[in-house]
């Protein structure tokens, strides 16, 4: 006899009619112990429920501190003639969005009768609502009586309720057979949205004259063209890399994307919203040359060090060793100290990762890709931004909230890795150089670190040079977040069985080759959870950043809104902000943390 | 069939892969200390362009810091308003854990409840509070508190709860004269329940019959504690005992400190090498030594050797005090110690009153018409309050996952047998599931404690007079960016080790013994 085992919405037979008091009775009322719990969780449900509506529905509560301040929260005083660019950048990583979720087929498929389910939960909190919530007075927290609270709420969770029980009952039988696509139930969701912006008016504040009214405007009106046009670029996308899907070589898609979503981020951030001023002249006359000897003498060199057997090519790149570091000691630009030492790692890894034919072509093209990167980099880092703001860095906001999570966890990679290598090493002085980093950092706040970036490191710095305040933090953060990530990634490495080693090892791999191509790739995969986890701790770490008064999306929240005087009155508005930025960022680490879920099942890690 | 061996050619050097390896590390040591050496001396000459002279004075130089709450909010030195910090930080993570703790265990079963209610209840907590970054929250219980109405003069009277925009005030129990004897007595009383319950388990496991092991520990303690409450006066012939060791140690030679401390570092570097040689003993005598296992013995010695000199050096320093003399490191250290011995003597002395009284807050008057919260009774600051909902809830969050993981890592089989062998649910949680959870809990909910400890420093956004606030002050008001700095990795690292100690030891009595 075998038994097969199922899933249990497989296997559960469909429900008699009478499920709901059955339910009721398994679930709330199993015996008077859990009958009195559930009537007290109940009670303790509706006082919170009663003291979450009242709290958001006071008289006095002004949310119109955070819609009024909506652009000063997401990118601070980015300029309004420039704005374009911040579309632009929105659409860039909404058309990668949809371009990504078809290609990966991304969105599972959902019965009526579960979305029915829903519906009717949402229209019964909102009849809830309607019952417990504050509404002798008026609907709106401006004080205008536009509609009853009590009606709206009621109307609104009734459609719902009788709309999700409908759809539950109505298809019958088919039913069970019957899916709807997720994504078509986010396109649904977002096209209500757009019609919302384009055609209903909402009090807003304004001011005629120098006094304070209000007017009916539409919802956000300057952001609702950009808004729809992004949808449809967008949805357009999805539709076509839908149709492409089968026809493109899958591999060559999927990198294809991951390197797009890994150039992006500095495309967006350096060229798209800060806008370098180059100067042509030097461009062309200093930069590109310099790029193409680099490139070209750099390329032979290479090729003839990965091509000769024995010493001479080791001893070659020793002697670009030395001579990059001794280009320290002479007064020259930074970029070519920088192209040298490259050039020497480079030099002393040919022997082992030059290749032959194809595969030496892709070294050296790996070698010209990272030069003329570097040295555009370096150029557009030392030119100029048209972006003229009022405050010292051209981004704040959410805006400088995402580029300080983003590099740091881009940057705090490689640097744990390399970590994590060391503590795991035989060779002891690393393993101890290592060990004292980590537990160093780790044993001390992450405020702790911020200051020291902010009051000390200037210290230590020689007169003239200066590093801006959003710099040192990116760097307190990454060294912070490296020393988490990279005990992380050591878990990964202390799981890989040790006959992993030993094959590598019967089939001649060098301790290079065993670590690169063997063994870390597998403790990556292992981690991975525990990486999206970290991604989530650093995402919320960044608020920190507010105590050293950089402008991020916090400290607009606490300390600029609720000071403001001009051109409204925002004085002590933070209980609205900061229960706005709490939704915020609630939205993106929710997300994180289900995409972890996600992962976790996919991989399956734990269960081999 | 001939076999010829071949002598192996020696390698040359620069292909000596054992030679290219210590190169390698010995060049990447020299460079990272060539980094800092760079640093610092920068940041030393930049200090003397400034006109910052680094160094140890502001210890005991007065300070015009003001501490709003704490053991004392007008210190009259650096190191005095640095320890009213470090009090209030481990007042904040000490209470923070308690709290933390029942809570989180409370939601952890609320998320394996069958109550669908309670159960949606757990989740929703979990996902909401763990998702919003603490400082948000922090800022977001300051703004809620603030808010609350002010003290009136019509607020004035005694309560066992007020609630104002000046904090949170509740009746409380403190420690009074007689405390400390009293506390020897419960102490005793615990070791000798101990040594009660030890009986009483073996009477049980003898016989057969339920012998109640922790009501007797429990019953012990009690009667401890209640003889203890009236025969305190009975200890205080110690009082004059305590204060003869803080004379005796006042009047030692300060130079016995470093000299004993050094000591004790040597010594300690021999016992591990010797253990270590004593690990690595085989029958045959001493197994082969890797060049690693030399390393760490090389580097035993060495840091025995280091840590030595470090503390002759640190002994060394002087430093002038608040009324001008300069005093060194080990006499600062042992007229420190002998106060705390002076302080021990006085507790002891008979003085009259009960070990613990019970006060009830009052609103009062004070000055020019400003109503405030009295001496008595607890009062929780705003900013106090601010940190510890912060951290009590959002730690609760995590420590609720690591219950609930816990429970269910508890294989099935467990319940199962427990049942066959008639056991009724609450005995087979209480003494089946619950131990065994506890095991595998323990050492995650340590590391949660020590996130606990380290967020409390986020309590200087809500102006929290925490050890980094005001260490953070004292730094802007003198420009001893270092030394600070050094003060509070010293105390967060030995805060981080003392709470692993204790999860460590507790990790091993619980773990279980296989042969």
Redesign the interface.
Known sequence: MTIEVMDAAELAPEPPPHRARVWLRENLFSSPASTVTTVLALLLVLFAYRGLLTFIFAEDRRWDAVTYNMRLLMVQAYPEVQFTRVWVSVAIVAVLLAASFAFYRVGGRTSPRKLGTSLVGIGVAAILGALVGPWGFSFSPLGIESVSGFAGWLIVGAVLAVGGYLLRRVPGDRAKDQTIPILGIVLVVIVGVLVFMWTVSLPQPTRIDGVQTIVFEKVASSTTTPWTVIAIIAVAIYWVSWLLRGRLPEGTVRSTLVGLWVASFPVIILVILRDPDLDYGRAFRWYLPLALVFIVVGGFLLNFIAGTRGEAGRALGAVLLVVALASFLVPMEFVVRFLLFLAAMFALLAPTFGGKGAGRWRFLGLWAGLVATIVYVIMILTAPSTVETTSKFFLGGFALTLLLAISAIVLSFPLGVILALARTSKMPIFRLMATTYIELVRGVPLITWLIVGFIMFPVALPPGVEISGVARAMGAMTFFSAAYLAENVRGGLQAIPKGQYEAAQAMGLTTTQTTVFITLPQALRAVIPALVGQVIALFKDTSLVTIVSLFDFLHIARMVIPNQTQPFVFLGTMKETLLFAAVVYWMFTFTFSRISLRLEKKLGVGER | MAVTVRQQEKAPL??NATFL?WL???V??AA?TGLFVL??S??FE??ANSGVSFGFDWLTDPTGVDIREGIDTKPDSGVRALAVGAMNTLRVTISGILAASILGTLIGIGRL??????NK?STAYI??IR???????I??WS??AI?LPALAPEDVGEYWFKASAKGFSFAWVFWNGGFWPWLTFVIAGIIAGRYVSKMRHRHQEETGQPSYPGTFWLLTVLLFAVVGWFAWPLLAFMSPVWHWIADLLAGLPPFLVPLLLAAASVIVAGMWIRNFFESRRTPAGFGKLT??DW??VI?AALAGILVAIVIFVLGGITITTVAGVRVSMPELALIGLSNVFDWLGDGFANNGGNPLVFQKPIVEIRGAGFVQYGTTGMVMTVPFFAVWMGVTLYTAAFIAEIVRGGILAVSKGQTEAAQAVGLTRSQYLRLIILPQAFRIILPPIGNQYLNLF??T??G??VAFADI?AVG?TI?NQTGQ??PV?LV??GF??TG?LLISAIVNYYNRKMRLVER
């Open positions: 620069w292909r390896k390698a590390q010995v990447a040591l990272a640093l610092g920068q940041a930049n200090f409840s069958h109550n669908w209610i309670v209840i996902e909401t998702n919003i970054p603490l400082l948000v929250q800022f977001f703004a809620l808010a060049d690693d390393f760490r580097f380290k967020n420093s986020l200087i956004g980094v953070f730094m960016s270092l700095v509070w990795m967060f690292v981080s």
